[in-house]
C-alpha cells in the first residue's frame, strides 16, 4: 500500500473522520494500483497541516504537522499560536457481516442452519463466535443448532478480524409446536357423481392460528383450499385425499 499524507481546506470523497474546517491534515491509502483506498482528515476548524509520515508497523501510522487550535484528546494539551503535533493512526477498517437461518421457523428439537458471510475491507483473515440466544454459543461460519423450548430466539454472530475488529449481525429463530391435521368425509366410499364433503374442524395447533388448508383430492384434480370442501369423483377408483395445514409461524403437517 502508499501512503499519502498533506492538508486540505475543503471535504471530499468519503472521509473516515469527517472535514472539520481551515485548513486540515489527511492521510490517504492507495492500493499499488494507485486506486484510493479511504482516508481520514486530522484537526480542528483552524488550519491543520500534515508534513511527515512514517509506517510504524502492520496497519499503524505515524502523522507530524503543526496546528493553530486543539482538536481530539490529546497527550498534552494544545498551549497557543501554531503547535507541532504527532498522532498514531491505527489503519485497520473493521469487518462486517451478515446473517441468516433456514428455517427460520423450527420445533422443539428441530435444528436451523446457522450461515454468516462476513467482509473485511482489509482482506484480513475473520473468526465468527456465536451466541444462539438460549444460553448457548458457537464457533464457525456454517453450523446447525437446535432450540429445547418453545420461543423466540436472536441468534448473533460476531466476526473478528486478525487486529481484534469486529462486526455484529443477528438473526430471529422462532421455535413452536407444529399443528396437526385432521380431517372428516361424509363417506369414504361412494357412487361416480356423488359429492362428497370434506372438513378439516379438528385439526388444532396448540400456539398458533391455523392459516391455510390444501387438499389433494388424490385424481389430478387442482388442489382445493379452505378448512370444508366438497368433492365429487367422475370415475371409479380409490384416491387418496391429502390434507395439508399451515400455522400462523409457518410449520406445516400433513
Avoid: C
Wanted: glycine share 14%.
Amino acid at each position: 500500500n502508499i501512503y499519502v499524507g498533506g492538508y486540505g481546506s475543503a471535504t471530499w470523497g468519503t472521509p473516515l473522520n469527517a472535514y472539520a474546517g481551515g485548513s486540515d491534515a489527511f492521510v490517504a491509502m492507495l492500493n499499488l494500483s494507485g486506486s484510493l483506498q479511504w482516508h481520514t482528515f486530522m484537526g480542528s476548524s483552524g488550519d491543520d497541516a500534515g508534513q511527515g509520515i512514517a509506517v510504524g508497523g502492520s496497519k499503524i501510522l505515524y502523522i507530524a504537522g503543526n496546528s493553530n487550535a486543539t482538536w481530539g484528546s490529546p497527550l498534552n494539551g494544545y498551549a497557543a499560536g501554531t503547535d507541532a503535533f504527532a498522532t498514531k493512526i491505527t489503519t485497520n477498517q473493521p469487518p462486517t457481516v451478515a446473517a441468516s437461518a433456514s428455517p427460520t421457523s423450527i420445533e422443539p428439537g428441530e435444528e436451523t442452519s446457522l450461515t454468516a458471510t462476513g467482509y473485511d475491507p482489509d482482506g484480513d483473515a475473520l473468526s465468527y463466535s456465536w451466541n444462539f440466544g438460549d444460553g448457548a454459543n458457537g464457533a464457525g461460519n456454517n453450523l446447525a443448532h437446535a432450540y429445547s423450548a418453545v420461543g423466540t430466539y436472536l441468534a448473533t454472530v460476531t466476526t473478528t478480524d486478525e487486529y481484534g475488529e469486529s462486526g455484529t449481525a443477528t438473526v430471529e429463530i422462532v421455535v413452536g409446536n407444529a399443528p396437526t391435521a385432521r380431517f372428516t368425509t361424509s363417506a369414504i366410499v361412494a357412487f361416480e357423481g356423488q359429492p362428497l364433503a370434506f372438513d378439516a374442524i379438528y385439526s388444532t395447533d396448540p400456539e398458533n392460528a391455523i392459516i391455510a388448508y390444501t387438499w389433494n383430492f388424490g385424481d389430478g384434480s387442482p388442489s382445493g383450499s379452505g378448512q370444508s370442501i366438497s368433492r365429487t369423483y367422475s370415475q371409479t377408483g380409490s384416491y387418496a385425499v391429502t390434507l395439508t395445514i399451515v400455522d400462523a409461524q409457518g410449520l406445516t403437517d400433513t
